[in-house]
């Protein structure tokens, strides 16, 4: 038996599988000899090699959250066009690859007949990427494939149509723990919780182990209180950010109310033009709305569109924002600037721009 040819699971089943026995052979033969890459069309790369060899690659948008039913028919089809060869992006679109420019077409044929979108490469908003929202985690302020869905929803047309500026990535982390690296997206959609947990003093001592607890907290806002064998919360020093929960099940926070979503705006990871960016806060606040969420559709519906009609050619979200001013950015997206944009955090004054040129 190859290398090539053994089951992973013949080594160990400890971390993920070498990628290299699962590369599709043209990718293997022109392993870090790609020269360049065009898009004839939405959704459709196309690498080309030193050697000449091309290699097309179909991007198809996919949910975060998918059956094994889904699984098995992506698997059927990776089988009946590609060979068998199939990925998923870091956006989670489910990507062909093909070494044939005459499979190509037959393949958006059956992926679009069976109601699969092709799509989101270049200047288009492509999937968005989320975490687990009231599906599946514990802390969450706000649901994740929820919100995604209504959200995209409203923008599908730039998923299927390179008509943006440039490419907008959209992402959604369900609290500020950040599973869903909300903190470098052109718009990212961020669930903030805006009260303190609540101890159940009656069975936080039974549960949750009181030092731990009390380590957990990041801002040291938790101490111990021995007469009733739990733990006192300072609001204060709270900032909400729920690792005390994850902790200890004796400390909830979720709270109808309270909970909600925040938009931030021109973060990115690429270094084109310019140097990888956070995202800065935009709408502070907006209420949970399921199941549709229309405000936070609303809002971020303008900010894209502000930013469509506005951007030069090629320019991030945050390229532009950079050059016309945030002052100018609000007043054009008609977004309120309210105290809750000021950075107090305690350590904030080393960040702050702090020349005769400061404006916001
Ligand atoms: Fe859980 Fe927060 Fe991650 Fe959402 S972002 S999945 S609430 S830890
Ligand atoms: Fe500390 Fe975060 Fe818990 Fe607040 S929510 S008490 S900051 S761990």
Not at 231 to 251: D, H, Q, R
Not at 287 to 301: D, F, L, Q, S, Y
């Amino acid at each position: 038996m190859s290398e090539k040819e053994k089951p992973y699971y013949a080594e160990t089943d400890i971390g993920p599988p070498d990628f290299r026995k699962m590369l599709p052979p043209i990718i293997e033969r022109n392993y870090g000899k790609w020269k360049y890459h065009e898009i004839p069309r939405p959704g459709v790369l196309v690498h080309t090699s030193e050697s000449g060899e091309k290699l097309y690659s179909v991007r198809m948008g996919s949910g975060r959250l998918v059956s094994t039913d889904y699984i098995r028919e992506l698997a059927d089809l990776a089988d009946k066009h590609t060979d068998g060869y199939l990925r998923f992006t870091s956006r989670h679109n489910a990507e062909w690859l093909l070494d044939d420019e005459s499979k190509v077409e037959p393949l958006i044929k059956d992926l679009e007949s069976r109601g699969y979108p092709v799509g989101g490469t270049g200047p288009s908003v492509t999937s968005i990427v989320h975490t687990q929202g009231w599906i599946h985690c514990h802390t969450p302020a706000t649901d994740a494939s929820g919100v995604v869905k209504s959200v995209m929803d409203a923008v599908f047309d730039h998923f299927r149509n390179m008509d943006l500026p440039a490419q907008v990535r959209i992402s959604l982390a369900c609290c500020l723990n950040m599973c869903g690296a909300v903190h470098c997206s052109d718009i990212a959609i961020l669930g903030i919780h805006r009260l303190p947990p609540i101890a159940d003093h009656e069975k936080l001592g039974k549960i949750c182990e009181v030092p731990s607890t009390v380590g957990s907290c990041p801002t040291g806002a938790i101490r111990p209180d021995p007469k009733n064998k739990s733990v006192i919360i300072n609001e204060e020093k709270c900032m909400y950010c729920g690792n005390c929960f994850t902790m200890c099940p004796a400390l909830p926070m979720l709270d109808a109310e309270g909970d909600g979503i925040s938009l931030w705006v021109g973060g990115k990871v690429s270094n084109a033009r310019h140097a990888p960016m956070f995202s800065r806060l935009a709408v502070p606040f907006l209420p949970n709305t399921p199941p549709r969420w229309p405000e936070t559709v609303e809002a971020v519906v303008n900010i894209l569109d502000v930013y469509a009609a506005n951007a030069r050619k090629h320019e991030r979200m945050g390229e532009w924002i950079e050059r016309i001013g945030w002052e100018k950015w609000f007043s054009m997206t008609g977004i309120e600037f309210t105290d809750k944009h000021i950075d107090d955090y305690t350590l904030a004054v080393d960040t702050f721009r702090m020349s005769t040129q400061f404006k916001w």
